[in-house]
């Protein structure tokens, strides 16, 4: 199974190359690309840890990801923000960890010395890009893109257990769903444990060479 990490700014090929003389944490296509093309599993694992970065360059890892044809097993071991989440959801199965958070929000540029003529026509642009961003998250999620781009609006995180819920993510990592052994309860005192009902119909199904009360004892023991 191979594996790429998308960790620190997501960036275009150029800018990667100046990341990498300075020493600095970058990810970008060029580098993904050719991950996917020395890979010859038919699984991918992508690691992600990333406060986003950008847009265009996370379109084209995106894009990269689903084209490759290989099975893309997303774990989201920290943040995936902004541009970092939208690579998450080229994932066949996108994992969170219990600790993790995902962010969305809408794109924005740096306005500089713009006019209003400038501004106006950005602002159409950035529209654009919101809506090309929202519809990578409805073909993943299912939401409807209106409820999305108002999720991106307000600038959503989302822990783990809101990200599976809302079809971002698809499962929880380390997470063993041992629903019969959980017993919800509402009450002053502690209640037998199911582990230890379960013995003590084991200890009248089969008596022990123990003393009844030993046997009692030991079951005590296990709440």
Same mark, same amino acid.
């Given at each position: 199974?191979?594996?790429? @990490?998308?960790?620190?700014?997501?960036?275009?090929?150029?800018?990667?190359?100046? /990341?990498?003389?300075?020493?600095?944490? #970058?990810? /970008?296509?060029?580098?993904?690309?050719?991950?996917?093309?020395?890979?010859?599993?038919?699984?991918?694992?992508?690691?992600?840890?990333?406060?986003?970065? !950008?847009?265009?360059?996370?379109?084209?890892?995106?894009?990269?990801?689903?084209?490759?044809?290989?099975?893309?097993?997303?774990?989201?071991?920290?943040?995936?923000?902004?541009? %970092? #989440?939208?690579? #998450?959801? $080229?994932?066949?199965?996108?994992?969170?960890?219990?600790?993790?958070?995902?962010?969305?929000?809408?794109? #924005?540029? !740096?306005?500089?010395?713009?006019? %209003?003529?400038?501004?106006?026509?950005?602002? %159409?642009?950035?529209?654009?890009? @919101? =809506?090309?961003? $929202?519809?990578? /998250?409805?073909?993943?999620?299912?939401?409807?893109?209106?409820?999305?781009?108002?999720?991106?609006?307000?600038?959503?995180?989302?822990?783990?257990?809101? %990200?599976?819920?809302?079809?971002?993510? @698809? =499962?929880?990592?380390?997470? =063993?769903?041992?629903?019969?052994?959980?017993?919800?309860?509402?009450?002053?005192?502690?209640?037998?444990?199911?582990?230890?009902?379960?013995?003590?119909?084991?200890?009248?199904?089969?008596?022990?060479?123990?003393?009844?009360?030993?046997?009692?004892?030991?079951?005590?023991?296990?709440?």
């Amino acid at each position: 199974m191979g594996k790429i @990490d998308i960790k620190g700014d997501i960036v275009s090929d150029d800018v990667g190359s100046f /990341y990498e003389w300075f020493g600095m944490s #970058s990810t /970008y296509p060029k580098l993904v690309q050719q991950a996917i093309d020395n890979d010859q599993d038919e699984e991918i694992t992508l690691n992600i840890a990333s406060n986003g970065g !950008d847009v265009f360059a996370a379109s084209e890892i995106y894009t990269m990801l689903k084209a490759s044809g290989k099975r893309i097993v997303v774990n989201v071991q920290g943040l995936a923000a902004s541009a %970092a #989440s939208v690579i #998450s959801m $080229a994932g066949n199965v996108v994992r969170m960890s219990p600790t993790s958070q995902m962010m969305i929000h809408k794109a #924005s540029v !740096d306005p500089g010395h713009s006019n %209003a003529d400038d501004l106006e026509h950005q602002s %159409a642009v950035l529209n654009s890009i @919101d =809506e090309s961003i $929202a519809l990578a /998250y409805e073909m993943k999620t299912g939401l409807k893109q209106s409820e999305l781009l108002d999720l991106m609006a307000k600038e959503t995180w989302l822990n783990a257990k809101t %990200a599976v819920d809302k079809g971002f993510a @698809d =499962e929880i990592m380390f997470f =063993e769903n041992n629903e019969e052994d959980i017993m919800v309860t509402n009450a002053t005192h502690q209640l037998p444990s199911k582990s230890a009902i379960a013995k003590f119909k084991n200890m009248i199904a089969t008596p022990k060479t123990n003393t009844l009360r030993e046997q009692k004892l030991a079951i005590l023991l296990e709440k």
